[in-house]
């Protein structure tokens, strides 16, 4: 990481460094950002949290993309509420920063049919094209070779598995908390980025 030095940052300097690390992050894959932890709601079981990859910031709109199967659970607790939050933590920097927003979930259209173009050829593609559902309880005589070829239907018509099995996760920032953790001594940001603006103030850690 290149972050800045933040001895005695002004806000706005610090909410530009953030928003700087976290497109480094969508563009560097040893970037301690690259892997954020994401919460949903469950309304059965409540928070659920699992480690994600993130795939493009746009800095403009504020707003992170992520991919996923659209049959795995978590997108269905975001189409039931849309609510969510980032978690990210970096060891080098001694920071963690947690992003709150709302999820927009695509599974047809530009968002996904040009992604998909760019990801179906790479080995993450197959990731989407499993016959099984993520979570799906694998059976002993699967055990040894649970990723075996799809379903004959399936690679006969790959495009209907593609626009079934892949969606974008669209997250729109709308609050950021971030924490140093600094034996000199810990600081704490909050920024609101719901207004056109974005709106910040110094917080006890």
């Known amino acids: 990481m290149n972050a800045t030095s933040l001895s005695g940052p002004t806000l706005e300097a610090l909410?530009?460094?953030l928003w700087r690390e976290l497109a480094g992050a969508a563009?560097?894959?040893a970037?301690?950002?690259r892997q954020p932890v994401l919460a949903t709601v469950c309304p059965e079981f409540g928070p659920q949290a699992r480690t994600v990859v993130l795939r493009e910031v746009d800095v403009a709109s504020r707003t992170l993309l992520l991919y996923t199967d659209a049959r795995s659970p978590k997108v269905a607790q975001?189409?039931?509420?849309?609510r969510a939050q980032l978690l990210?933590?970096?060891r080098a920097l001694g920071w963690q920063l947690r992003l709150g927003g709302r999820i927009l979930v695509s599974t047809e259209g530009l968002d996904v049919t040009s992604r998909w173009a760019l990801l179906r050829h790479t080995r993450a593609a197959q990731d989407y094209l499993s016959p099984q559902r993520p979570g799906q309880p694998i059976a002993v005589?699967?055990?040894?070779?649970?990723?075996?070829?799809?379903?004959?239907?399936?690679?006969?018509?790959s495009s209907r598995a593609e626009r079934a099995h892949f969606a974008v996760l669209r997250l729109r920032v709308e609050r950021m908390d971030w924490l140093s953790l600094d034996p000199q001594g810990h600081r704490r940001a909050v920024f609101d980025a719901r207004d056109?603006?974005?709106s910040g103030r110094w917080c006890v850690p």
Not at 78 to 82: E, G, V
Not at 142 to 152: C, F, I, K
Request: glycine share 8%; net charge negative.
């Open 31 to 33: 970037h301690e950002w």
């Open 15 to 17: 909410g530009a460094t």
């Open 88 to 90: 990210c933590w970096s």
């Open 196 to 198: 056109a603006g974005l």
């Open 27 to 29: 563009q560097d894959r």
């Open 141 to 157: 005589t699967e055990v040894d070779a649970p990723a075996e070829g799809l379903a004959e239907t399936e690679r006969a018509d």
């Open 78 to 82: 975001l189409q039931a509420d849309p």
